[in-house]
């Protein structure tokens, strides 16, 4: 059974630092990996889709990793401001075709 | 902009007062999907339409139904909230046919804040 895990739950970093998020999954069959933004109380904002056969996508301050041999990817934010703050989500979806999510890691960026 | 709409964007239901919420897409996606999140927790998905092709998750309760009379609009309707179904409903769409750099992303509204009185 896929599970996906994000750690950490909770990160608090200074404006300007970049970062990395991780999100590991533990089938490496998998078609597609997303990350999401949300904001408190809002929905869900995809950020970046990585499909299995890509290594990574960018976009803006934003570059996305997949490993599927290692279970593994890293979303990993340049010039970080304090607009950034949100919990992010990684989802995958795995052999049944189904979105498998893990719990988020809540992102703040002190001014 | 092409985008998923939800309305309500806050409902308030009575304790055991059917309530329904709508989902409309411009997108054109083929399937859609109903999510139930809770406060700090990942989306829990309720059940998905493929065209019409209705995909029921096996621990919905029967209390959540679904409707998909076109492929703009989607409908989910609780028949008797309980207090315990307090919280944020999504929509989503995605498509296996579009651009390859899109191929089956998901794509979330704004949600629906429900509260049970």
């Known amino acids: 059974k896929q599970e996906v895990t994000q750690i950490p739950a909770a990160l608090s970093v200074p404006e300007g630092e970049n970062l990395v998020l991780n999100c590991s999954f533990t089938?490496?069959?998998?078609?597609?990996l997303q990350w999401f933004r949300q904001d408190p109380g809002k929905g869900l904002t995809s950020l970046l889709l990585?499909?299995?056969s890509q290594r990574e996508q960018t976009s803006g301050r934003l570059n996305a990793s997949l490993d599927k041999s290692s279970g593994r990817s890293t979303l990993y934010i340049a010039a970080s401001q304090p607009g950034d703050s949100a919990t992010y989500l990684c989802a995958v979806r795995d052999s049944n075709y189904q979105l498998i999510w893990g719990a988020g890691t809540k992102l703040i960026i002190k001014p | 902009d092409a985008m998923v709409i939800q309305n309500p964007r806050y409902q308030v239901t009575q304790f055991g007062k059917p309530v329904t919420l709508s989902c409309s897409q411009t997108l054109n996606h083929n399937v859609m999907y109903w999510y139930q999140q809770k406060s700090s927790q990942a989306p829990k998905l309720l059940f998905h339409y493929y065209d019409k092709d209705f995909n029921n998750e096996a621990d919905t309760p029967d209390n959540f139904q679904s409707r998909r009379p076109n492929t703009s609009f989607c409908f989910l309707d609780i028949r008797s909230p309980g207090l315990g179904d307090a919280a944020m409903y999504l929509c989503a769409t995605s498509s296996p046919f579009v651009a390859s750099g899109s191929y089956n992303e998901q794509f979330f509204g704004p949600g629906t804040r429900l509260t049970v009185l």
């Open positions: 089938d490496s069959a998998i078609y597609n």
């Open positions: 990585i499909q299995s």
